[in-house]
């Protein structure tokens, strides 16, 4: 962007009388966005109730349906069939209406980030999350492997093993955050892939504390071998998903 140079004193009150009115054209802008935000907010309450709604009649009448499918017979029960498949369609839809709604952010994220709203209502910006997962995981994936080579061959202090085993405790602790904002926002991520990051942290946190004696030096040059042929899959696989 160019900015012009004004010389006297005319040109620059000219100027800022424009910029005064522009100002008042982005004020009302704004304005009309925050009724907006605050008008979405409300459609949003609105759905989720109706969608709460349908779900708990949809539920009674499923209830009903099962108890006459037990005593119905011949056209009778065709038709109860035909009712329950349609109440199976309808379920399907709920959860299509729900992929652009606010989710529930689950136990792990109220705790660690409270009540933060972090449901992403575009499928742009869901994949584009999901893109910079995979990016994040991949970078970090390749900057690990190439610490463990290198404390496993060169390296081998007290402080760069800390160090290195601190850069373990906090990828996998990020990569818990990221997966669990990804299922709230509808991303099919295998629990024992989410489980198995869990369980890195908790070792991760006993390596790092482990008190440099005999034992962990015993264990060191294992644990760094591991963490290259484990963390050497993990970037091929990275980079296949990426």
């Given amino acids: 962007m160019s900015f012009l140079a004004y010389n006297d ?3 620059c009150e000219a100027a800022l009388d424009k910029l005064n009115e522009e ?6 802008d704004h304005e009309l966005y925050t009724e907006k935000v605050d008008e979405m907010k409300k459609m949003q309450t609105k759905c989720l109730d109706g969608i709460k709604h349908q779900r708990y009649r949809a539920k009674q009448i499923l209830n009903s349906l099962t108890s006459l499918e037990r005593v119905a017979q011949g056209d009778e029960k065709d038709k109860v069939e035909k009712l329950m498949k349609r109440l199976a369609q309808r379920k399907a839809l709920f959860a299509d209406l729900e992929d652009t709604l606010p989710h ?12 933060v709203n972090v449901s992403l209502l575009s499928k742009v910006d869901k994949f584009a999350y999901k893109q910079d997962y995979e990016a994040f995981k ?8 190439v610490a463990a080579i290198f404390l496993f061959l060169f390296l081998e202090h ?10 373990l405790v906090w990828y996998y602790c990020t990569l818990t955050i990221r997966e669990s904002i990804l299922i709230v926002n509808g991303s099919r991520i295998k629990g024992w892939w989410v489980a198995h990051h869990f369980v890195s942290v908790v070792c991760s946190g ?4 482990w008190p440099r004696e005999v034992s962990y030096y015993r264990f ?9 042929r484990w963390h050497s899959w993990c970037s091929s696989a990275a980079a296949c998903t990426s």
């Avoid at 529930?104 to 009540?115: A, D, F, H």
């Avoid at 006993?206 to 504390?209: A, D, E, N, P, Q």
């Fill in 9 to 11: 004193y005319q040109s």
């Fill in 23 to 28: 100002f008042q054209t982005l004020k009302k």
């Fill in 104 to 115: 529930k952010n689950g136990l792990y994220l109220n705790i660690v980030l409270g009540q």
């Fill in 138 to 145: 991949l970078v970090l994936t390749l900057i690990i492997l």
């Fill in 158 to 167: 007290r402080v760069f093993d800390a160090a290195f085993q601190f850069l």
């Fill in 206 to 209: 006993i390596v790092l504390t």
């Fill in 220 to 228: 060191r040059n294992q644990f760094n071998l591991f963490c290259v």
